[in-house]
């Protein structure tokens, strides 16, 4: 097993040992819409691309992207 911290999105990957499956648990703290796109997507874009390129067996991500309570900055009504 290794755990690896992922900031900025680009610090940090190359250093991930290789595996055979990758669990991904990012998110962003504040759910406003940038830092959802840096992380809930682009970050979690190339976490799946390195576990591609070191050919890992399978790719888990875990999302509460859609969880109600609290209501993040890009679930508010304006």
Same mark, same amino acid.
């Given at each position: 097993m290794a755990e690896a +911290? =992922?900031?900025p999105i680009h =610090? !940090? =990957?190359? %250093? =991930?040992p290789t595996v055979d499956a990758v669990i991904?648990? &990012? +998110?962003? %703290?504040? !759910?406003a819409p940038i830092d959802a796109r840096e992380v809930e997507y682009e970050a979690n874009q190339k976490l &799946?691309?390195?576990a591609e390129r070191i050919a +890992?067996?399978?790719?888990v991500l875990l999302s509460a992207i859609c969880v109600q309570r609290p209501r &993040? +900055?890009?679930q508010r009504k304006s």
């Open positions: +911290a =992922i900031t =610090i !940090g =990957i190359n %250093r =991930i991904s648990c &990012l +998110a962003s %703290r504040s !759910g &799946l691309e390195y +890992a067996q399978h790719f &993040l +900055a890009f």
